[in-house]
């Protein structure tokens, strides 16, 4: 069995792939002055499930952008953009909910 908890939280890899095909990670620790980004894509992923290779994936580092430096005053945070959705009739509000239910104790200050 591997374990399911990653770098950007419990499932989250996993839960975001049920929703879209594309996901674009993008993350800063208070440490750093810099914003890590990394878009993962579900058919790359899965091809190379189970096996002993290494896999790379698009990303890069930039500078964080003024919105980001004014929503996090603690100067750390991680977002998650779902790209090309798989799931019809999405609520996003009831999304919203259900992810903050389950995130909360992580993302506590």
Known sequence: MQ??????GYGGLIASMN????VEVSSKTKQSKKVY?????R???LGNSGSECSWSTDG?????????????PHGSFTKVVILNPVVRNLDISK???KLKD?????IQI
């Open 3 to 8: 374990p399911f908890f990653g770098m950007f």
């Open 19 to 22: 929703i879209g095909s594309c």
């Open 37 to 41: 980004k990394l878009r993962l894509a």
């Open 43 to 45: 058919e790359a992923l």
């Open 60 to 72: 890069g580092i930039r500078d964080p952008l003024d919105e980001e430096i004014k929503e996090s």
């Open 95 to 97: 999304l919203q909910c």
């Open 102 to 106: 389950i995130y909360f104790p992580y």
